[in-house]
């Protein structure tokens, strides 16, 4: 690989032959002439992992760095017009579709890893996060009347913390609609909190052989019918079977629910649990819950070091091929990242990559622990040795 840029290296891995397949499958590439949707692609992950702040701003540092972008992968010709043309009017599922693609690469590669509650089977966590825009600009997005927004949806297999499947709505869906939309697995546990706390949905999971873990909401109306010993040293306060006796809800899921009580002394507060799991130990299913913050951390870092807060373009079409591309991008690294055998965590690689991106050097020798080189300057990106 020397003699190719380090970005060039880096979307060598990209499955270009199920990439075209995805873009067949919209006829993205129509009628195009000079700048295919793969340019869009890279041009966009380009914007991600260089963190731009706008079109113009790329296209700057595309005009300052013409000479390289042939050898970085980018045959097109990429203007600030080009690109928001392209995000306007290619098909967001072409991006949609490939991430799923990246997605399932990645976790077939995560998939012999340990994960916190130290389980067998496959567990998963459900949550959303807002994502908010400016309702001047996106009036598709209405959320509330002097807001606008949009909701990303997620499960991530915590074998890796890799989404396992996303669904990007406007903001007024509520998070307790996103489980019409997953296949339950058998034999698989999903963790959720108590916004998805609805029977009628959580039978379905129960009725093809998934397990649920979810937090009871205050004041449900319910009868215990067996209570079972607990060690209180460990947190545990109670380990009940329950049967549901509220008017909207007995009739709906009428089986048998497992309830646990647990104290969290870290943080000095009472959480009550739901399950339909009645095997394993209580402060197993505890620890399940806990693995829950792992889908508030890939929340966290995605919007702290991707750019899903200022959007290149303003219509929907635009909005949710930006947002596609940032999580490929990660899912990506986390994919270059394991077949590398990296030791270093997704956000020093992607420090390294902002650093680096046009260098020619060995992506596998970059990356290594005891590399240190890092040029002084870069040619076109001078946003991070000033900013934090």
Known sequence: MSGRTIFAQLMEFLPVYEFNKC?????????????????????????????????????????????????????GQVSRSTLADANESRDWRIY?????????????????????????????????????????????????RTKAAVKMHTVID????VPSFIRITNGKVHDVNFLDDVMPEAGAFYIMDRAYNDFERLKRFDTQGA???????????????????????????????????????????????????????????????????FRLAPTTIAKLYKCRWQVE??????????RIKAFYGT?????????????????????????????RSLYEILQILDVMIFEKTPINAVFAKNSTQIPESKICNQRTLFGD
């Open 297 to 306: 951390l890939f929340f966290k870092w995605i919007k702290q070091h991707l």
């Open 96 to 144: 949609a579709d490939f991430g799923q693609v990246l997605i399932a690469r990645a976790r077939h590669l995560h998939s012999n890893e340990e994960w916190g509650a130290n389980l067998k089977a496959t567990a998963y966590a459900l949550d959303s996060t807002t994502i908010d825009l400016c309702l001047e600009l996106f009036p598709w997005a209405k959320f509330r």
């Open 315 to 343: 219509s929907e079409n635009a909005v949710k091929t930006q947002l596609w591309i940032a999580i490929s991008v990660y899912v990506l690294v986390a994919i270059v990242r394991q077949e590398l055998q990296v030791k």
């Open 211 to 277: 397990f649920f873990v979810v937090r009871s909401k205050n004041g449900m109306c319910f009868r215990r019918t067996t209570s079972r010993e607990v060690d209180k040293s460990t947190g545990v306060r109670c380990d009940q079977s329950i049967v549901l006796t509220g008017v909207k809800t007995k009739g709906v899921y009428t089986d048998e629910l497992r309830r646990i009580s647990f104290y969290d002394e870290e943080n000095s507060r009472r959480l009550v649990f739901l399950t339909n799991n």
């Open 158 to 161: 915590l074998r890796g913390n």
């Open 23 to 75: 873009v067949q499958r919209y006829d993205g590439d129509h009628r195009v002439r000079s700048f295919s949707c793969f340019d869009q692609f890279l041009s966009m992950a380009f914007a991600q992992l260089t963190h731009r702040e706008s079109l113009r701003d790329l296209e700057t540092c595309f005009r300052v760095a013409h000479k390289k972008l042939y050898h970085s992968g980018i045959r």
